[in-house]
């Protein structure tokens, strides 16, 4: 056996001498502390925690009338901000404003023993626990449902606490998902009745030319520039709607504002060169022998015949957007989905009474060790008056003022 295995096997045996000499010592300390430990755990007062499952509202991705229309073109749609994003469920449920309500609704300044707001909001939020659940994978992914929990001395009162909690915020859920589906049904009703209006007038001017003039046949390639510029001037109206939507909640270097403003220029501008082109074709058709002689009268009438094809087109597709908002407007569910409601707890959330007693004992068995070798030091170096002892000597004076005070008083 090598000398250093030697050392430390020495060492090893006068430890547990150690031990053995002072093994009464340690006993006192592990079973008193442990006593302490389970006389804590059996007073400490018992909390109880109520817990509720719910789904954030659903996103409306597309607008199948508006999609259809567009081809594609543009890269978000009216009914994509229906739904207030499941992000702002967490802002909500960590707001002061809701907080305080609670509060005062279950009078937590009896319950926690404070007067001072701010005091009852620490106490209140450690007691809150707010679990996000998100979808599998990689990077951000969207919240799937929310765990609210809320824990309380009193089940019952956890159990009302987590329901208001829940109840509060499916209300104001649904408040600012109507307030949003207000704003854009405003935009769009106020565009579909200017629509009307402008159609039942641009009718009426077509019918009263056609009273004085009789009906005239279009060419097929007129009517084609005609629809063709009915469709974009459908798309602009589109465009247009979107932009004061967005301009609602949106800063205005948006890149989505951005890109739908490019939009709405490239539209206005292949809008005025069919109009070149249809003022063009109506210059240039053969009509009815009548205005072969009056070519102001053809210009004229192309022009009322493309007024009313255009706003015919608009109508056409600001109608599904109009009723699909008032469909919105009028539902009555906007908010969450409740999965699983606020449960009354029927086993105590804590103390944990075995890891109590566990921590307490571990901890005694560590402090007994550290009392038993810290004295055995000090017999010994007070038998051999060593320079540790001394050290351990001018620690204790410096530790205790009155020992020192005592010592410089004896010198």
Not at 267 to 285: G, H, M, N, P, T
Request: negative net charge.
């Amino acid at each position: 056996m090598s000398r250093e295995a030697n050392k430390n096997e020495i060492q090893l045996l006068d430890a547990l001498v150690v031990l053995a000499k002072h093994k009464m010592l340690v006993i006192k300390i592990v079973v008193s502390i442990t006593l302490i430990a389970l006389v804590v755990s059996l007073i400490w007062p018992k909390t109880y925690k109520s817990t509720a499952t719910v789904l954030p509202p659903a996103q409306q991705r597309s607008m199948p009338g508006i999609a259809g229309a567009l081809g594609g073109l543009l890269p978000i749609s009216l009914g994509s901000d229906q739904q207030i994003n499941p992000e702002v469920i967490l802002t909500i449920l960590n707001s002061r404003t809701l907080r305080v309500e609670m509060i005062e609704a279950f009078d937590l300044y009896e319950v926690y023993g404070s007067s001072i707001t701010e005091e009852l909001l620490i106490s209140l939020q450690e007691n809150i626990r707010i679990e996000e659940r998100r979808e599998g994978g990689f990077g951000f992914n969207p919240i799937t449902s929310l765990a609210i929990s809320v824990t309380d001395r009193e089940p019952e009162r956890a159990q009302q606490m987590a329901a208001f909690l829940v109840s509060r915020l499916d209300e104001t859920v649904n408040e600012i998902n109507r307030k949003n589906a207000l704003e854009q049904f405003g935009v769009v009703r106020d565009r579909y009745q200017r629509n009307v209006e402008e159609m039942e007038v641009a009718e009426n001017a077509l019918k009263e030319f056609q009273e004085t003039y009789g009906i005239i046949e279009v060419e097929e390639q007129a009517r084609a520039v005609i629809e063709t510029l009915a469709e974009i001037k459908a798309r602009r109206i589109e465009t247009e709607m979107m932009i004061n939507v967005m301009r609602q909640s949106v800063s205005e270097d948006n890149a989505d504002l951005r890109r739908l403003r490019r939009t709405l220029a490239e539209l206005d501008r292949q809008y005025d060169e069919y109009v070149r082109k249809s003022d063009q074709e109506a210059r240039a058709a053969r009509v009815l022998p009548p205005l072969l002689d009056v070519p102001d009268l053809a210009l004229h009438y192309y022009r009322l015949l493309r007024d009313v094809t255009v706003q015919n087109k608009i109508y056409e597709t600001l109608y599904p957007q109009y009723d699909f908002q008032q469909v919105m407007l009028e539902a009555e569910k906007r908010g969450i989905q409740i999965v699983d409601e606020a449960h009354l707890p029927t086993y105590k959330e804590s103390p944990k009474r075995a890891f109590i007693v566990l921590g307490g004992m571990v901890f005694s068995i560590f402090l007994s060790l550290l009392v038993v070798f810290y004295r055995h030091t000090v017999e010994t170096g007070r038998q051999a008056n060593s320079d540790q002892y001394r050290k351990i000597v001018e620690l204790q004076q410096n530790l205790f003022f009155r020992r020192k005070k005592k010592a410089d008083n004896e010198e």
